[in-house]
């Protein structure tokens, strides 16, 4: 049996992906020619919200009423929302989009008397991939199995819309409605190897200005990337060892048809450049690790120094 419709939604946490994902939930639950109004929290007047809630939808069967950012408008007008809370209007649903709301305050016990009180928090990082298993197989039919999971978080992140977007990929990729490791490897490791195979040969080949802004580009699409660059650095280095001693025997797989570019670089960057880039990535993995400039920043050091040669 449904969950009949609260009144009141207070969408509580700091992920916009989970409260956007909520409000879906109360849409889909509302008629389909529900009336819609969205509403700034630093804009919002009070009487105007209230006077939306308490009127009959003029085109529609049902009214919603959304308030972003709502922290602030919730404090300024706290008595007010609590007394309406504790009589709500039945013409009109309310929908408060915070990143937080203390459970001691009784505003917070009156919607959560309602049914009201959504979680938007993120899962930890640790519960990352049982959140991933359990988001492919209700939002995208697919069954993605544990370890797969595990590197799919460990390659994005926790940006949960980043995620679900890899997983709607994924789910689109897969031919039996599963995705194991194979499958992420090739489809999103294999992108981010490819993003960092041209940051890296633009600054082996001494384009600086290329190689910073491809960085700040991954910086931009991957929250992550800042805690990864020395890995992946570090074994774009190696790659560049085994080019220059002759023990490129894996190299063919892994850059295939870049393959000839990548060597052009290795042998651009030379055994004295290996070394100076090796002592420099060195360097900035004790910086960023003990706290000695911005990790990023660091890396961009790291770039301009390697691609002045």
């Not at 969950?3 to 389909?32: N, T």
């Not at 490791?181 to 290329?210: I, P």
Request: aromatic fraction near 6%; glycine fraction near 8%.
């Amino acid at each position: 049996m449904p969950k009949p419709l609260s009144p009141i939604y207070a969408l509580v946490g700091a992920d916009s992906f989970l409260q956007m994902q909520a409000l879906s939930d109360v849409l889909r639950a509302m008629p389909k020619d529900v009336q819609r109004v969205d509403l700034d929290g630093e804009k919002a007047d009070l009487a105007g919200v209230l006077d939306e809630l308490r009127s009959f939808a003029m085109f529609g069967g049902a009214k919603l009423v959304v308030v972003r950012d709502a922290e602030d408008w919730v404090s300024k007008y706290r008595d007010k929302i609590e007394d309406y809370a504790a009589a709500p209007s039945d013409s009109g649903t309310l929908v408060l989009r915070m990143s937080s709301l203390p459970k001691v305050q009784r505003i917070y016990k009156l919607i959560d008397k309602l049914g009201g009180i959504v979680a938007c928090e993120p899962p930890s990082l640790a519960s990352l991939p049982k959140w991933l298993v359990e988001r492919g197989k209700k939002a995208h039919d697919v069954a993605l199995a544990p370890d797969a999971a595990a590197m799919l978080a460990d390659l994005i992140g926790d940006d949960l819309g980043k995620l679900d977007m890899e997983l709607s990929k994924l789910a689109l990729m897969s031919d039996d409605g599963k995705v194991d490791v194979k499958l992420v490897g090739g489809g999103v490791a294999y992108q981010r190897e490819r993003e960092m195979y041209e940051l890296t040969n633009a600054m082996a080949t001494g384009n600086a200005t290329d190689a910073i802004r491809r960085w700040r580009q991954l910086l931009q699409t991957d929250a992550s990337a800042e805690f990864r660059a020395v890995t992946w650095l570090g074994m774009w280095l190696e790659d560049v060892r085994n080019a220059l001693t002759g023990n490129a025997g894996k190299l063919s797989w892994k850059y295939k048809d870049k393959l000839n570019q990548f060597m052009t670089s290795a042998k651009s960057l030379g055994p004295a450049g290996l070394q100076r880039a090796l002592d420099l990535l060195a360097e900035v993995d004790k910086n960023s690790k003990s706290g000695v400039g911005d990790a990023p920043k660091n890396v961009e050091r790291f770039i301009l120094s390697v691609a002045k040669k």
